[in-house]
Nanobody
Framework: VQLVESGGGLVQPGGSLRIFCTAS????????IGWFRQAPGKEHEGVGC????????YYEESVKGRFTVAIDSAKKTAWLQMNSLKPEDTATYYC????????????????????WGQGTLVSVSS
């Protein structure tokens, strides 16, 4: 039972990248799936999340309008589409899954989320 992220890499400023989170050993049905990131020397930061049951989403201000969270339940995969990337988006990105309602409170309670992936590194640099 695990989450596995993939798709990280190096991208130039202004570019786009999509990273994936695939569930193994369980389905994403009725889960909320969130994305978080941590840059070297910085605090853990929320990015956004999605509710599997209705597709509703929540985004932190720092990425709103640039990042999109989506999910394909049949494929047990969620992804984070990142556009207009900036150097300050450089971080290790983690996905997490748990029950409950995706939103600001769910994101703030990240320490208590049930399942986490191992992280994938996204570097934004010219």
């Amino acid at each position: 039972v695990q989450l596995v992220e993939s798709g990280g890499g190096l991208v130039q400023p202004g570019g786009s990248l999509r990273i994936f989170c695939t569930a193994s050993g369980f389905t994403l049905e009725n889960y909320a799936i969130g994305w978080f990131r941590q840059a070297p020397g910085k605090e853990h930061e929320g990015v956004g999340c999605i509710n599997e049951n209705d597709g509703s989403t929540y985004y932190e201000e720092s990425v709103k309008g640039r990042f999109t969270v989506a999910i394909d339940s049949a494929k047990k995969t969620a992804w984070l589409q990142m556009n207009s990337l900036k150097p300050e988006d450089t971080a290790t990105y983690y996905c997490a899954a748990d029950t409950g309602e995706c939103g600001e409170q769910w994101m703030w309670g990240y320490r208590y989320l049930e399942r986490w992936g191992q992280g994938t590194l996204v570097s934004v640099s010219s």
